[in-house]
């Protein structure tokens, strides 16, 4: 899927939660890439704006464009390689925020769906019994209003767009969805309504256990359609 009219944003061109010889830990806002696109014209990222600064600096994980929130980024190959085994072992903690359209009835629940790629609609993912891989996802719900659910996320795998896939199974799409959702669900809605919060890992040289958090940037008083 193409992306159209990128223009991702310049403040805070970046913003450093964390720094030091091994590792960088920075707030990705909603609306710029993780790592550089393939087109000339994509090549703005977060990787791209650390390693003006940083140019041994590596991407361990990524975020999706439309989603905001914490990033860590090693800054040598052997703290790139012990933080991605803690993400491919599952060490690391992640806790992500959304709002869902709807009223989700269940206080707290998880969605065990299996995913993989639709080809024929990449980079979209599906649900797929016969050949999707495992996927768990476990949330909470924090607030209901008549429009809407604020729900706590906590991914037990990491598969792509698994957050967004999981939440439209249920039949609660996340607001501002521009690839999961349909077009009168995103009216009045300005960004995808996903905020990875929370990230801990274990730090690459020390092993001293890490944790990061960001509020959430949704109001308490989600946009009405």
């Not at 639709?118 to 999707?132: A, F, I």
């Amino acid at each position: 899927m193409a992306i159209l009219n990128y223009q991702p944003p310049m403040t805070p061109y970046l913003d450093f939660l964390y720094q030091d010889e091994h590792v960088i830990v920075v707030n990705k806002p909603a609306g710029i890439l993780s790592v550089r696109g393939r087109a000339a014209n994509h090549q703005d990222s977060i990787q791209k704006r650390i390693n003006d600064v940083f140019p041994e600096a590596r991407i361990v994980h990524r975020l999706d464009m439309a989603t905001s929130g914490i990033l860590v980024l090693a800054m040598h190959k052997s703290a790139n390689q012990h933080l991605s085994n803690q993400f491919a072992e599952r060490k690391t903690q992640k806790r992500y925020f959304a709002r869902v359209l709807g009223l989700v009835k269940d206080d707290e629940g998880e969605c065990n769906e299996p995913l993989i790629v639709d080809w024929p609609n990449r980079p979209k993912q599906k649900v797929c019994y016969e050949t999707g891989k495992r996927a768990l996802t476990r949330y909470t719900v924090l607030q209901r209003d008549d429009y809407s659910t604020l729900v706590e996320l906590k991914p037990v795998t990491g598969r792509s767009h698994q957050l967004r896939v999981h939440m439209l199974s249920l039949g609660h799409p996340i607001l501002g969805d521009r690839l999961y959702s349909e077009e009168h669900t995103r009216q009045h809605v300005n960004r995808l309504h996903l905020h990875a919060a929370e990230l801990g890992f274990y730090h690459p040289a020390t092993e001293q256990w890490m944790s990061f958090t960001q509020a959430h940037p949704f109001s308490s008083e989600p946009n009405r359609p």
